[in-house]
Each structure stands twice: as structure tokens, then as C-alpha cells.
């Protein structure tokens, strides 16, 4: 990031004589590897953390949106004990570690040269260590082909199908509206080859969005993306979606990290813990909206996944299915627990600043991220991966999260903008909307109303879901439209060629930060941790607010999955935005007074 705010890499480099006492500075032997390591956070401060969080979303507290603004005091909910740290600084140098640097803010990680420690058991202390390979690892460079949602005609969807002009006539938004206010501020982030050409940003505007401004996004960071790369054309859709949505509002294109090794893979999950805690941690620049289309399947369904291959196999074959999986794009990203709970911790902070956090339900269905695994060098492991698979339904972080808002995806009926569907598994289809229960959180009070009448009404149905945590946090939240959008890069403007719920959720981003906007100008503080109200709003005044999408399904090639219903279902969630209703209740709280 640029020196004027707060990098990925704004640490406090430990120099031999501000190392702890006791610890001896070895000079380390043979080839040394780049090695990040998470020093385990405080369980007394993250408690607290939690309880501060639910405090300040929860309508009817006496702390809600009552935000916390300086972030400074927040850092500790962070912070490692020193102990802890000067634990584990020993143990790095024990190991010929050396040019040991520390995180700045709450000395909660470290960066040093290490040998190779991939047969070293790593102390309690420690809540990851990553050394990035070239095992298991694919090009990173590929084409739009890859973002491309999987249907047997794409080129049946007429020119102009899902321009930002038909979006707002679907979902009710004025056509001329723009925000202006100057503290709005919303984000897309990403890492390895992420970002957007201005230029090519400006042709789409030109031709899609007359009230959309190039001079609105500002780059985070000096790294504004290499062409071609798979994560730039992501890049390249989330910001021109958020932005066509919330013209005028001040947009931030973030890359934190352009080594290749964070494309793909587990280098990407530790590319995300370092950026989510440091965006949190801000001093200037903190974004009231933050959408995250990156993502992939849980470590807890990644773990699922290598422990029921390798039963009744050799010893290996966990690692030999862990790293197959490791070819498959962007499938595993976390390579464990504490990481994403690490990711959690920084997106309590962010709502405690007053962020609004979206992460994309998935493009899979409830089975995969994307689809089936692709065969490679070993068909042999795909095949049972998918036989696996099909038998549970696989949650995908961090849309599972109980901090974030989850975004699904919508299609239109014929090219009728006013004719919504889900975008669901249909017969032959491997893509589809994701959505379920997280294994790892449990559901959050607000939602046990409308998820127990989900399940007690499709519990029986045939094809319903196998393999499911019925008590875990519900997902999505809402939906928005994904389907053929167009989209201006490598110089020039295609109509209809990308889609998925990388799609839908900087869309739904910037229709956040519209509201935000309006809020502002009242007076009110930014939306923040939305979700309780997005559930309440729902529930209380059905149809409103919100579109119902009651048709679908989450199987995608498998036999069993989540069957769309009449109010909350994992396929749509509470279904798409209808705009009066929306600002109704989104951009004012006098009707949460009254309540």
C-alpha cells in the first residue's frame, strides 16, 4: 500500500537488539523460504471483541451503531500477549529463523526467513504457519474464459443484457440518481493479479454508466493489477459494478499483495488474514462498504474432503488429496480454523467502525465453489472427490461467516428485467447459486424463526439436502442480479461475458453505498453489520423490501440439494432488493424507533 496509509506489510522489524532476552539470533543454514506465521490473539480481548460486536448491530441495544471510530482503540481486540510473542520469536530463532519482523498494530503475526519447516509440528502459540510451494499449483495467468458462468449457449443472451441501466430498472433505482457525499467510501479487494485499467474502466463507463467517473476510484496501493491474470478480470468486475451501482460514490481498488504465490491457493487465505486485519486497522481510508468476491470452500470442508479420501488408503494420501485440491483454482484458500476466525476477528472490527462487509455466496451450488473438480494429472482423486462431495453440502467462506453479508445470485427470465429467477442448478447445470450452513459458526438468534419454517417445510421433500449442519449460521442473506454482464477489458468491451456471484455482490455493494449515502446526508451513521436487519426487515414486512424467488435448487450435479421455498431459502435468501421498500427501511430508523 501507499506509505500514507496503513500496509500489508506495515510491520516492526525485530533487529538483534530489540530481540527478547534469552533469545539467541542463530545464523540460519541452507536455502530459506519466505514464512508468515499467526501468533495466537488474545481469547480474554477477542470475548470482549464479540460481545462489543452484537452490542453495536443489535437493534434495540443501547451501544446500537453507537461506533467506535478511532481505530486505534480497537487494535487491542487484536493484539497478542506478550508473553506469547516473545514465546514465539525463541521458537522462530530455534529454528534458524531469521529477519524476524512483526505486525506494527498488535505484534499478532511475524514475516521471517526460515528454512524449510513443513516437517517441524509448530507449538500451540502459533495459530498458522505458511511457506509458500510450487507444488500443487497452477498458472495463474488465464483468460475471462475462467470467470465466465457455465451454460451451454452463452452467446444466446442478447447485447445489452445485464448493462447497469437494465440492473436499476430491475430492482426499482432511480436512473439518475448519484451519490455525493464526501465521507462515503466503499472497497474491492483483492491479491496476485487483481486490479483495473482506468482507461478500459472509462470506455464502460462511456458507453454503460454516462454518470459514472473514473476520477471516483482511486487505487489503495501502487499495485493496480497485471492484464490477463485471473484474479484482474476479477478485479476489473468488482469495480465496475460497485461503482456502476453506487456512481459518485468514492471507490477504492485494493491489491495488497501481487506475488503469483497468492493467485491461487493457500497463499491467497494468507494474503486475505494480513489485508482484512490491516483495512480494519486504518487510520484514513476506511471504507464503509467492502465487497469480497474472492473466496473459497471452508477449511472445515476442505478438511472434509481429504480425511474421506484418504480413508482406507496408505499413509500420504491425505497430503496427496490436499495437494491435488491445491491445482484446482481457487477451491481451498484457508489452510485452517484459526485462519478464517482470524479473517472473522478483523470483520468484528470493521463492523465496529461502522462497515458493511459482503462476501459472495459461491458459484457451485451447495456442493463446490465452482463445479465438479477438474480430472488434471489425477482423475482418479477427482472422481471421489466428487463422489464426496455430492453426499455433503460444502460451505464456502466467508459468506458462511456470521460477520459478513452473503450475497447470491439472480438471473432474468427471457431477458425480462422485471421477470426474476434464481440462478439455480437446472437439469445438466454444475454452476448455480451457493448457500447453506456453516459447519464452523452457530446461526445467530435473529435467524431461528426463519430458518426453523425453512426446514420444517422441505425436510421431507425429495432431492432436499444431505450432509448439512442444521444449527449453523444460514446463508445467503439476499441476492442480487449475476447474469451475462458486460464488461470493458484487454481494450475492449464485450456485451453478456461474464456472471456469477462475483457479479451480484459488488453490485449489491453499491447499492449499499447508495444508501449509506442517504443516510449520511440525515445525519445517520453508515449501515454497518446489516444483517440482523436485513432479516428483520424480511420477516416483519415480507414482500417490502425484498423480491421472494421461490423456484430452484442447489444440487448441481448431485442429487440432493437445498430446494428454494416461499421466504428464506439457501438458494436466493431473502431474495432481491426492491428498492422503495429498501430505502424505507435501510436509509431511515424511524420505523426502528417506533418499534
Known sequence: MATKVISVLLLLVVAVNAAPKNVVVSAPQGKLHAT???????????????????AVATPGNAKF????????????????????????????????????????????????????????PKPSVLDFLYQPSDKGTINPI????????????????????????RQKESYGIPADIKADHASNLQEVWGCGTFGVNKTELGMFYKQYCAECSVDDVIYETKNHGKEFGDNYVEGTLDTTYITSLGPGVKTINSNTNTSMATEEGEGQGIATVYAMDDIAARKTNFPLVLSLSLGSLGYDSCDYL???????KPDGAYKECHDFIQTQRQVCLYASYDQMNRINN???????????????SGDGGSHWLFGKFSPGKRPDIALALDEISCKRQSPVFPANSPYVVAVGGLTWVKDNSKDVQAWDCGPGAEGGSGG?????????????????????????????????????????????????????????????????TSASTPTMGGIFSLVNDIRLKKGLAPLGFVVPIIWKVAMENPGEAFKDITVGNTSCGCDNGYIATEGWDPLTGWGQPVWEGFTKYFADDSWLIQA
Open 36 to 54: 508468515t506465521v499467526g501468533i495466537r490473539q488474545s481469547e480474554a480481548r477477542l470475548a470482549e471483541l464479540e460481545k462489543e460486536f452484537w
Open 436 to 500: 447453506g450452513f456453516s459447519d464452523m459458526w452457530p446461526r445467530p438468534p435473529y435467524q431461528d424463526t426463519a430458518v426453523t419454517a425453512y426446514l420444517n417445510k422441505v425436510k421431507d421433500m425429495d432431492g432436499f439436502a444431505t450432509g448439512y449442519n442444521k444449527t449453523g449460521r444460514a446463508y445467503p442473506d439476499l441476492s442480487a442480479f449475476m447474469d451475462g454482464v458486460p464488461l470493458c477489458f484487454d481494450e475492449r468491451c464485450d456485451d453478456s461475458i461474464v456472471g456469477g
Open 65 to 120: 451503531r453507537k461506533y467506535i471510530t478511532d481505530p486505534t482503540v480497537l487494535w487491542q481486540f487484536l493484539a497478542a500477549e506478550d508473553e506469547d510473542i516473545q514465546f514465539s520469536l525463541q521458537w522462530l530463532e530455534q529454528q534458524g529463523c531469521s529477519n524476524c519482523v512483526l505486525r506494527a498494530h498488535t505484534k499478532d503475526a511475524a514475516q521471517c526467513d526460515c528454512p524449510d519447516l513443513s516437517d517441524t
Open 306 to 312: 481429504c480425511t474421506e479420501y484418504s480413508k482406507s
Open 346 to 360: 478483523a470483520y468484528k472490527v470493521m463492523g465496529l467502525r461502522g462497515a458493511t462487509v459482503l462476501g459472495a
Open 142 to 165: 488465464l483468460t475471462s474464459e475462467t470467470v465466465q458462468r457455465k451454460r451451454k449457449q452463452p452467446s444466446a443472451l442478447p447485447p445489452n443484457h445485464g448493462t447497469p441501466s
